[in-house]
């Protein structure tokens, strides 16, 4: 094993020039030195905390003097020690500095070396000698969404993306689902840099929510730095450090030192990480694929990720969203020339398409395109005009002035003068397509001679919007060409044989899949297996896991980091707690019924009422029926005198049992009661 050691130990940094104390110079990029307010954003309000799930707590910890075999999980451990000490109730609080360092201790025994400096070095902060890189998981392996990871390393923090899940079908009226970030908002001070693989919401997102805490510099594509800072607009009181820095630059962080790499993906500015550590290279694949033929700029850097794979990668994080498909994704080339053709095709008629507004090379194309057609291209939808206004500004765009006119001015044109880019390919309600769709958008009505491009493919849960609007733009006469009619769009994640190549160049010495649903990172285990990685050294990440390493160790911590999803609701006002969302649920499976009912404290009576009226949970021919039941059934409730003493909240829970016990026997479901209860 001395072997790997010296591999490791001696690797240099890259190419670039490593210059701690200026950064911005070295990278070309700005470091924008911002006032750092302590104000909390407006925005924190709305969040709640959903599910947290620390699995060791101190108390737990310090009983234990064993060291885990290897092989067996810590969840068992975790559970064993609990059940041996059930007095005491794992707290939802973990103080991980604490267990970190005294799990050092267990980790320490097996080196000799390490151990002797642990008996000479008494100053309690045992942290200091745990010679382990610890990655820990935020987001992004339990599901596609939400990515974040962090390295840490002695007192040195290196966030990696930042960004925000969708939230699913069990969470109505939620808007937003972020990753629990209690871990590194307890540590912001060890927090060094967050680096950005690139701009696309689920890595970037949760950036606002994160930066109110968080004061470290962010880095990233220049590209990404501008759509984030775009992005903050919306939060005014977060202040950000950035610096933008260009592909091949190295960069130093704490005591990692970071080299980014140019990669392909559907947004441009993307990169992919070498992160040098003090026990090795560890490699963060980001979100790519590889194109030979891009639209612009290079391809994925494989020579470099060559070199790098040459002197020694520790352990690489690679991505897995489309490891089930084989060979190779398409290239973006190819929905430029299908484009082309059904340009050509289409020369009497309007063209509407809605792409991602991020995937602004793709946009680019499509100008190109009506420029050389004579069109006039309007941009319909906030996202679009904005994102392409913070492209062309820094130049990763580029058209004429007067290729341009406004959406309000589309009618003044004839159908085959016109190219419409328009939000809505995930078939989101109020975007423009949406809306077009639904004969809402002012000045723009769908019909025979429009033929609507949808240059996108919906995200996984999106099938269903996506296929409506299909539906309900057809219905309107027009003809509707999507990614399964014609090759109107390229993924921008690498399949089977592009992952096998990343593999083969890197050859990591350990691995662990990202970015992908459970079955993703396990048929992209499988994929590394049959390329001839040993199974031991393969893990495959879950949400809250750690997992330490160094140059010939490679496990599970024995604690986890509070992980999790907390939801951002735009409507709410102050704290929505998980019993709003139990509601929602519940209203909107179950119903709802409002009983309202005047009473008289003072002489233990019913005066008006209770009056009851229901909504969706009862059908026609039954409603009477059973409001005459829940009537009888409340006023049986009531007719003791001696609850009216009680406080109203006693009376008001009362009232609910009763109902929801007459509603459950005759109807099966739970509506939600509100009890009003007027005093006279
Ligand atoms: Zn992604
Ligand atoms: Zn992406």
């Known amino acids: 094993m001395n072997e790997n050691k010296d591999k490791f130990a001696g690797y ?50 310090q009983k234990s003097t064993n060291v885990r075999p290897q092989g067996v999980k810590s969840n068992d451990i975790a559970q064993k020690l609990i059940n041996s000490n059930t007095t005491k109730p794992v707290q939802q609080k973990t103080n991980l500095d604490t267990v970190a360092s005294q799990d050092s201790s267990v980790v320490n025994n097996e080196n000799p070396n390490m151990k002797k400096r642990i008996f000479n070095n008494n100053n309690g902060n045992r942290e200091k000698n745990n010679k382990n890189l610890q990655i820990m ?11 974040m990871t962090a390295l840490k390393y002695g007192d040195d923090i290196l966030v990696v993306d930042c960004g925000v899940g969708f939230p699913g079908n ?35 997102g949760s950036l606002p929510y994160f930066l109110d805490t968080v004061k470290a510099p962010v880095y990233a594509s220049r590209l990404t730095i501008a759509l984030v800072e775009n992005k903050l607009r919306e939060h005014p009181r977060v202040k ?16 990692f030192t970071v080299e980014f790499i140019n990669v392909n993906h559907s947004v441009a500015g993307s990169y992919a990480l070498a992160i040098t550590t003090p026990v090795g290279v560890v490699f963060h694949s980001g979100d790519f694929k590889i194109d030979f033929t891009p639209l612009v700029g290079e391809t994925t850097d494989l020579a470099r990720m060559g070199e790098i794979g ?7 994080l690679c991505e897995s969203t489309n490891v089930e498909r084989p060979g190779s994704s398409m290239s973006e080339r190819i929905v430029g020339e299908t484009l082309d053709k059904l340009f050509e095709a289409n020369p009497k008629k309007r063209i509407i398409i809605t792409a991602f507004a991020s995937n602004v090379h793709r946009v680019q194309q499509m100008m190109d395109l009506a420029k050389h057609y004579g069109r006039k291209v309007a941009f319909a939808g906030r996202s679009m005009i904005s994102n392409l206004e913070v492209a062309m500004k820094i130049g990763e765009i580029r058209y004429d002035k007067d290729l ?25 309600a109020s975007t423009a397509l949406s809306r077009m769709a639904n004969d809402e958008f002012p000045g723009i009505t769908i019909g025979a001679n429009d033929t609507v491009i949808f240059s996108s493919s919906p995200v996984p849960g999106n099938e269903k919007p996506v296929n409506e609007m299909i539906n309900d733009l ?6 509707v060409i999507y990614d399964e009619l014609a090759d109107v769009h390229a993924s921008g994640h690498a399949c089977q044989d592009e992952i096998a190549t990343i593999h083969k160049l890197l050859k990591p010495k350990y691995f662990m899949p990202i970015h992908g649903e459970y079955k993703h990172l396990k048929a992209h285990r499988a994929l590394a297996i049959r390329m001839g990685m040993k199974e031991q050294n393969i893990i495959i990440p879950e949400i809250g896991m750690v997992v330490e ?15 999790g999803n907390r939801l951002i609701d735009g409507e709410s006002i102050g704290d929505m707690e998980s019993v709003v969302l139990k509601d929602r649920l519940q209203l909107a499976e179950d119903g709802v019924c409002i009983v309202v009912l005047t009473v008289n404290t003072a002489n233990a009576k019913i005066i008006k009422g209770p009056e009851l009226i229901p909504r969706g949970f009862a059908y026609n021919n039954e409603v009477n029926y059973l409001m005459e039941e829940g009537k009888k059934a409340v006023i049986d409730a009531l007719s003791n005198p001696a609850i009216f003493k009680e406080d109203s909240s006693i009376i008001k829970a009362n009232i609910r049992k009763t109902l929801s016990n007459v509603f459950y026997k005759k109807t099966k479901r739970r509506p939600v009661i509100v009890p009003v209860i007027l005093e006279n």
């Open 12 to 61: 240099p940094a890259f190419n670039g020039v490593v210059e701690e104390k200026k950064p911005a110079q070295i990278l070309n990029g700005t470091l924008d030195s911002t006032t750092e307010k302590q104000e909390t954003s407006p925005a924190k309000k709305h969040m709640v905390e959903y599910v947290q799930k620390p699995r060791f707590d101190k108390s737990i910890n």
């Open 137 to 147: 998981f935020f987001g992004g392996v339990d599901g596609i969404g939400k990515n």
């Open 170 to 204: 069990d969470m109505p009226g939620v808007d937003l689902v972020i990753p629990d970030m209690t871990y590194l908002k307890q540590h912001a001070n060890q927090v060094k840099g967050i680096v950005i693989t690139h701009a696309h919401e689920d890595h970037i």
């Open 240 to 255: 950000m450090k950035s610096v933008a820095v260009n592909p091949h630059a190295v960069v130093r962080i704490g005591c």
């Open 310 to 316: 040459q002197k020694g990668v520790l352990l690489m």
């Open 404 to 428: 341009i006119i406004d959406i309000d001015r589309v009618k003044n044109y004839a159908d085959n003068e016109v190219l419409i880019l328009a939000t809505g390919s995930q078939g989101q």
């Open 474 to 479: 057809m219905k309107k006469g027009a003809e």
């Open 549 to 563: 390493t160094n140059s010939n160790l490679f496990r599970r911590a024995p604690f986890d980091v509070p992980a």
